[in-house]
């Protein structure tokens, strides 16, 4: 069964730190990694997606791949407050769209 | 911005009882998911269509679950029996027929059943 693992958390930061989210996935075969943020009882919204090696940045956020150990992240760097939320780990097989989804991992930034 | 519709916003509903969700996805979208996401959990996919034929409902529970999209456009998940443990937040999502495309998911519907 393909699985994708997160830390449940939560996951702790001062207001201005970098907060580092952790996320493993069991199929060799995924092909692209995506990161949704959810905030309490609002629907998954799309804030990164890395398909190659490396890093990748956009504003405050990086994603990271590495495919050779099944390991993608997410650092956010200048915490806000408003960062606080859940954020979900989702990968993609390379047959089709459907994303594998892992359990989240609780933000929360203290001012 | 193009966005994915969900109705209703929130259902309440006593079990035994019939339910019933709408979604229309982003106009251009051929694929288009129903995910389940109970509290503290990531959300599972219960179906996935493609235009109007489904790809993959092996997790859908067919004894009381049913999910259609005659036209290929919008789609209808039913719940008959609602059972206490559906208790849920049912999320529509679409996104294009390419390889890697990205969801988009709709508000979602929050699901009691008391």
């Known amino acids: 069964q393909k699985e994708v693992e997160q830390n449940s958390g939560p996951l702790s930061v001062p207001e201005g730190a970098i907060a580092s989210l952790n996320c493993t996935y069991s199929?060799?075969?995924?092909?692209?990694f995506f990161w949704y943020r959810q905030y309490s009882g609002k629907s998954p919204e799309l804030i990164m997606f890395?398909?190659?090696?490396g890093d990748k940045e956009d504003g405050r956020f990086t994603a990271q791949l590495n495919k050779a150990s099944q390991y993608v992240s997410l650092l956010i760097r200048d915490s806000q407050p408003s960062d606080s939320a859940t954020y979900l780990c989702?990968?993609?097989?390379?047959?089709?769209?459907?994303?594998?989804f892992g359990g989240g991992t609780r933000l929360m930034v203290k001012p | 911005e193009a966005e994915v519709a969900q109705s209703p916003r929130y259902k309440i509903t006593e079990k035994s009882q019939a339910v019933a969700f709408w979604c229309d996805p982003i106009?251009?979208?051929?694929?288009l998911y129903w995910y389940r996401q109970i509290l503290g959990q990531g959300p599972e996919l219960l179906v996935q269509?493609?235009?109007?034929?489904?790809?993959?409902d092996s997790q859908l529970p067919k004894d009381r679950f049913s999910a259609e999209r005659l036209k290929g456009v919008d789609s209808t998940l039913k719940i008959q029996p609602a059972e206490l443990g559906d208790s849920a937040m049912y999320l529509c999502?679409?996104?294009?027929?390419?390889?890697?495309?990205?969801?988009?998911f709709g508000s979602g519907t929050q699901l009691s059943v008391l």
């Open positions: 269509f493609q235009d109007e034929s489904v790809v993959d």
């Open positions: 999502a679409s996104s294009g027929d390419r390889p890697g495309e990205k969801l988009f």
């Open positions: 989702a990968v993609n097989e390379n047959a089709g769209n459907m994303l594998t």
């Open positions: 199929d060799r075969g995924s092909q692209s």
């Open positions: 890395i398909y190659s090696n």
């Open positions: 106009s251009g979208h051929a694929t």
